[in-house]
């Protein structure tokens, strides 16, 4: 709440001091005006708010409020006088549209269940091998694409990538590099297909800047969040066992007459 009340009131301070400045005149302008006061801002499409001089931009699978005739950055969510949270339909908006526009054919698919999981990873990340084992044994209820984005400080990330994405049994060399099995030992030879680049091309997309990343059930989980997944998942986390059923009441024994 008190995060909700700053937004507001940073809302109504910067929308008073906009009103006696000159606004752009098109959405165009705006997104031109935002890249010259953030240059560095990865900014997507720029979209008109309810609250005058205002406007969504989008940043990833982040939105971001914008007042052009000022200069100013927002970062909250957006709320209606009845509750609505404007910011978050936004990002799930979003999120559904992003997710759905994937090329699922040029992942490492995983499983045959039926709820879909993308998933943004790097072989040499422990984070991405512990939620890689949460996964193992849910092949049943998960189908799995999986893109590899490596990071800069795993330098062997690139070419187990390759590896795994060149192999003629991409899940079965996931799990070989996922099990650390050439972590010290070099990896067998391979033509490298070039596939890795579109890999890096979708987690620029979503505006992945660390791994891993999961998308599932229209929900986003950042990190190896083993018990966010287990929610979505609707399952218990590891080591928890999940609440036994009531058992059925015994049926009176009959009075003696």
């Given amino acids: 709440m008190r995060h909700l009340i700053q937004l507001i009131a940073t809302v109504i301070l910067l929308g008073l001091a906009t009103s006696a400045l000159a606004a752009p005149q098109s959405l165009a302008d705006v997104r031109n005006r935002l890249l010259e006061d953030f240059p560095r801002l990865p900014a997507g499409d720029v979209t008109i708010t309810p ?27 957006l709320y209606t006088k009845t509750g609505e949270n404007l910011t978050q339909k936004a990002v799930d908006d979003l999120l559904t549209t992003v997710v759905a526009g994937l090329p699922l054919d040029k992942a490492v698919k995983i499983g045959n269940g039926p709820i879909q999981v993308i998933e943004v990873t790097d072989p040499d990340c422990p984070y991405c091998r512990q939620a890689s084992t949460f996964f193992d044994d849910k092949d049943a209820m998960v189908t799995r694409y999986v893109f590899f984005m490596p990071l800069p400080m795993h330098p062997n990330a690139p070419a187990k990538a390759a590896w795994i994405l060149s192999a003629k049994d ?5 799990h070989e590099i996922m099990s650390g099995k050439y972590d010290k030992t070099p990896l067998p030879a391979y033509t490298d297909n070039g596939r890795l680049a579109e890999h890096q091309a979708v987690a620029q997309k979503l505006g992945v800047r660390g791994t891993p990343q999961f998308f599932l059930k229209g929900q986003h989980v950042g990190g190896a969040d083993i018990p966010a997944l287990s929610k979505i998942l609707g399952i218990a986390p590891p080591g928890q066992t999940p609440p036994a059923k009531a058992a059925p009441a015994k049926a009176a024994a009959p009075k003696a007459k």
């Fill in 51 to 77: 609250v005058e001089g205002m406007y969504a931009v989008t940043s990833g699978l982040d939105i971001i409020y914008y007042f052009p005739a000022s200069g100013h950055l927002v970062n909250g969510n």
């Fill in 170 to 174: 991409g899940a079965a060399a996931y």
